[in-house]
């Protein structure tokens, strides 16, 4: 393995240090833990469309909340499950893919739940993506800081400060906008 530039003297682990904390930061203001409910209302409403496997929905689901929201296996399939139990959804397998798709009794209960916002409508994507987009963006940003530290040159590395110290002065002046 070649030898990166943040060997000893450099900063490198101050870089993931600060990077975790932002997303930390990030995390506890804005949040992307969302209730049990809120896993089954989505998955009820994307059944409701058409028939589906479980990394559909967990795919469906991210790409409608913008990013903000990808439900973990271990929420999805446990709910895809409870949902097959109480007889709400069916359950058919195809080459060894289970295809999930909603009962009279699962229609019924998603046509009542569609009167309510749709669950991946979380508040940064009804007040326009500012809870969700820019934590997001910052924490895309701050990853690929990291990742010039790791293995760019010392010339990269300088390349990099100037372009972040231009973003955040960009980011200023957007304040100071009126």
Do not use: C
């Not at 870089?15 to 506890?28: H, I, N, S, Y």
């Not at 833990?33 to 496997?53: F, I, N, T």
């Not at 973990?72 to 195809?94: A, C, F, N, R, W």
Request: negative net charge; without cysteine.
């Amino acid at each position: 393995m070649g030898k990166s530039f943040m060997g000893d003297g450099f900063p490198g682990t101050a870089v993931w240090e600060a990077m975790d904390q932002l997303r930390g930061q990030f995390d506890r203001k804005f949040g992307t833990r969302v209730g049990r409910g809120d896993v089954r209302a989505a998955v009820l409403a994307l059944l409701a469309e058409k028939p589906m496997h479980g990394y559909q929905i967990i795919h469906e689901v991210e790409e409608r909340s913008g990013g903000a929201w990808k439900p973990s296996p271990g929420s999805v399939y446990p709910t895809l499950q409870l949902l097959v139990d109480e007889g709400v959804i069916d359950v058919e397998e195809s080459n060894g893919r289970k295809t999930y798709s909603l009962t009279d009794e699962g229609r019924r209960a998603a046509d009542a739940a569609a009167e309510n916002a749709a669950p991946w409508e979380a508040p940064g994507a009804r007040d326009g993506g500012r809870a969700s987009a820019l934590p997001k963006a910052g924490i895309d940003l701050a990853q690929a800081a990291a990742q010039v530290g790791r293995s760019g040159s010392p010339e990269q590395v300088k390349q990099a400060v100037a372009v972040l110290d231009e973003a955040r002065r960009k980011l200023y002046s957007i304040l100071a906008q009126d």
